[in-house]
């Protein structure tokens, strides 16, 4: 691990201008290619305190030796050269896009002297015109078959048009007239490349044109009498149409757009396009990346935009590209556009109307790519036993933990804090093996003390249940009745997963993990460690996952261990943490709101919503039912004497509510207009609860 201020230029080496740099490690290969509006400035970042760094830059610049720069003139000549850098050197830290598969296109020859129509997939040809991407290829010959009864134009390859030129007999298509057959001189071949263009100009949009013409055919053959022929045209509208109602209009104004969305988490990213030409969906296409360096949305569309149209030219390039984030700065990569163009290009957010909605189409594309590439991940036998035995190695224990079990805590400052475990058996999620806890052993935000509390509970039911099935012979470990632990399941499915006792009641907490994993660093795993430690329980390995480090942390180690970014043992890890996460904010969530949707009536043994509900309406409020007498509240449908009796008493037994206040006017309210404006408004008003400020859970 190089030191940075080892190879640090020295100041006022470092130009104040536009240009390119390239970060080298010690055997001189390029890990990093940047640009930079002011070299002198992007560069002074990354030779700050290692401390202040982001881990990912923290890891680069460690990993590099070395730093040279080049200047250019303008940010437009950086953008080119960084791109250009990035394909020659593919740098291991830089963005690098990866086709989740090659795309195949309809591609119409153009350079040769008779154009064919054909698939094609790869790198793009000069003078060759394109169409697509598409999903799949048999897209693309349903869609040419279709279209070869009004476009006749070549499809053979150049083996079989050679043998039907020197037999002088056409092929199949050439007789039942689903080509011109210039092979054999029925159209020469200027008529034949007219035949292609016009293909070439149906596929990009202008459709209308040649529907009149056909049309106007029809009429004119039909009028005079010739009907086979007009028969003839009427079945060729009929395919151009068929082919057409296979791309829906989108943009009812014939608009040219590529439409860029991006789906992302802390670790990977998806990026889906839609081509709309002439209001039409065109092709799609789409890719993943590994998110080996600090990138924000904008940048991840730059990067996108250069995988896009680097290698473009002229109509490749749209009028529009419609975006989900704009790069900063904007005007080179607009500027850069409108050069591969030839024309301007108008870079945008869309706001509303029909291209946003077709936006949001695309994002929820691109979300869905990236589910799926986890899923896919994950779901594969040979890559999580792979994964396993990778974390069996990096931790050092005797067999692959075949039971993982991790724990989070959740709370929002410090109120409704709560915990999760999750399990995961042979690498998959085993959501009925999942339980939450309430934290009741003190009051307060403290992560570790919860932690040690849950960690605590959870081992204590597994050595109870241990001693209650016979498998001890004493009652050793200190155990405790836990019967009062605030403990739900997730699931009814844990009464019939076939871990019952004698008695034919499941299981709970029967099966100990042959690893425990913690969200959190050092101070988490020192609590989780004590806590089995105090239970005599020394079989069991604990690790925790620092979330923004994403380094694995050992218990007693003041080293973390680090695993590769592109390992698979690492890639489980943190989906575990991540449904750990996932799982006690869903819970904390669930008692915040209802919490705040509390009544007192809610303290009434005995009385059920709808009886609630009946109490309210006829009263219209809490405070009217406090003053009323139990005559009164008889009265109510459904309310006995008894009940009435109940009610009084809990009201008279409760402590006066603490007054709610309207959070737009400061205003102290009464319980009359508190409960009048919850029925009109739809949202319960609770005295007191603060707001909700997602961005301080945990």
């Known amino acids: 691990m190089a030191d940075p201020s080892s190879y640090r230029p020295k100041p006022g080496q470092i130009p104040d201008s536009p240009g390119v740099y390239r970060f080298r490690d010690e055997h001189r290969r390029v890990i990093y290619v940047g640009k930079a509006k002011s070299l002198r400035q992007r560069l002074a970042n990354y030779f700050q305190d290692l401390a202040g760094l982001h881990p990912r830059t923290r890891t680069m610049v460690t990993t590099a030796a070395s730093v040279e720069w080049t200047v250019v003139s303008t940010e437009v000549e950086a953008l080119q050269l960084e791109y250009s850098w990035i394909k020659e050197y593919d740098p291991r830290f830089n963005v690098k896009y990866r086709d989740d598969k090659s795309y195949p296109y309809l591609a119409v020859t153009m350079n040769e002297e008779y154009p064919r129509v054909q698939v094609m997939r790869g790198h793009k040809k000069k003078g060759v015109r394109y169409f697509g991407p598409y999903a799949h290829a048999w897209a693309i010959r349903d869609t040419v078959d279709l279209l070869l009864r009004v476009f006749p134009v070549r499809t053979c390859s150049a083996g079989v048009f050679k043998n039907a030129s020197r037999t002088g007999r056409p092929c199949l298509l050439g007789y039942i007239g689903k080509c011109s057959a210039p092979c054999v001189g029925r159209v020469s071949a200027e008529d034949h490349r007219e035949l292609a263009e016009e293909f070439c100009d149906f596929m990009t949009g202008r459709t209308g044109t040649y529907l009149r013409r056909l049309e106007q055919q029809m009429v004119e053959a039909a009028d005079e009498m010739e009907y086979e022929r007009a028969a003839r045209l009427r079945d060729d509208i009929e395919a151009l149409k068929k082919a057409m109602e296979k791309n829906a209009v989108v943009l009812a104004d014939a608009t040219d757009a590529d439409l860029i969305a991006?789906?992302?988490?802390?670790?990977?990213?998806?990026?889906?396009?839609?081509?709309?030409?002439?209001?039409?969906?065109?092709?799609?296409?789409?890719?993943?990346?590994?998110?080996?360096?600090?990138?924000?949305?904008?940048?991840?569309?730059?990067?996108?935009?250069?995988?896009?149209?680097?290698?473009?030219?002229?109509?490749?390039?749209?009028?529009?590209?419609?975006?989900?984030?704009?790069?900063?700065?904007?005007?080179?990569?607009?500027?850069?556009?409108?050069?591969?163009?030839?024309?301007?290009?108008?870079?945008?957010?869309?706001?509303?109307?029909?291209?946003?909605?077709?936006?949001?189409?695309?994002?929820?594309?691109?979300?869905?790519?990236?589910?799926?590439?986890?899923?896919?991940?994950?779901?594969?036998?040979?890559?999580?036993?792979?994964?396993?035995?990778?974390?069996?190695?990096?931790?050092?224990?005797?067999?692959?933990?075949?039971?993982?079990?991790?724990?989070?805590?959740?709370?929002?400052?410090?109120?409704?804090?709560?915990?999760?475990?999750?399990?995961?058996?042979?690498?998959?999620?085993?959501?009925?093996?999942?339980?939450?806890?309430?934290?009741?052993?003190?009051?307060?935000?403290?992560?570790?003390?919860?932690?040690?509390?849950?960690?605590?509970?959870?081992?204590?039911?597994?050595?109870?249940e241990k001693e209650r099935t016979g498998e001890w012979a004493d009652g050793e470990n200190g155990l405790a009745d836990t019967s009062s632990d605030p403990l739900t399941t997730t699931s009814p499915d844990a009464l019939t997963n076939g871990l019952k006792d004698d008695e034919g009641r499941p299981k709970r907490f029967a099966y100990p993990p042959q690893l425990v994993v913690v969200d959190g660093g050092q101070p988490q795993v020192a609590a989780a460690q004590r806590a089995l430690d105090e239970l005599g329980i020394d079989d069991i390995a604990v690790c925790g996952l620092a979330k923004r480090l994403e380094e694995v942390w050992l218990p007693g180690e003041d080293d973390p261990v680090v695993l590769p970014r592109t390992s698979e043992g690492l890639y489980l890890l943190q989906r575990v943490r991540d449904e750990a996460h996932r799982f006690a904010i869903t819970y904390q969530r669930s008692k915040r709101a209802k919490r705040f949707r509390s009544s007192p009536l809610d303290d009434v043994p005995g009385l059920g919503e709808t009886r609630k509900q009946a109490l309210i309406k006829h009263f219209g409020s809490v405070k009217k039912l406090r003053s009323a007498t139990i005559d009164q509240i008889c009265e109510v449908p459904g309310i006995g004497r008894k009940t009435a009796e109940t009610i009084a008493a809990t009201f008279a037994q409760a402590a006066p509510a603490a007054p709610a206040v309207n959070t737009a006017t400061g205003e102290i309210m009464d319980d009359e207009e508190t409960e009048t404006t919850a029925e009109t408004s739809g949202e319960p008003v609770s005295a007191g609860a603060p707001d909700e400020r997602r961005g301080q859970e945990r």
């Open 262 to 464: 991006v789906a992302e988490d802390e670790l990977e990213a998806a990026v889906q396009i839609f081509h709309v030409r002439g209001g039409r969906v065109r092709g799609q296409r789409g890719w993943v990346t590994d998110k080996v360096e600090e990138i924000t949305t904008g940048a991840l569309v730059e990067h996108a935009l250069q995988q896009l149209y680097g290698e473009e030219t002229g109509d490749a390039v749209p009028k529009e590209v419609l975006v989900p984030a704009l790069p900063d700065p904007l005007e080179p990569v607009q500027e850069w556009l409108s050069g591969r163009r030839g024309s301007n290009v108008s870079l945008r957010i869309p706001q509303r109307g029909d291209k946003r909605a077709l936006m949001e189409t695309v994002e929820r594309n691109a979300q869905q790519a990236l589910v799926l590439h986890k899923t896919k991940r994950a779901s594969d036998l040979t890559t999580r036993s792979r994964a396993l035995e990778e974390i069996a190695d990096a931790l050092d224990l005797d067999s692959a933990p075949l039971r993982v079990e991790c724990y989070d805590i959740s709370h929002l400052q410090g109120d409704d804090v709560v915990a999760s475990m999750v399990v995961f058996e042979d690498g998959l999620a085993r959501k009925s093996e999942y339980r939450r806890f309430q934290i009741k052993g003190f009051e307060g935000q403290d992560d570790v003390r919860s932690m040690h509390e849950v960690i605590t509970r959870r081992f204590k039911r597994y050595l109870a």
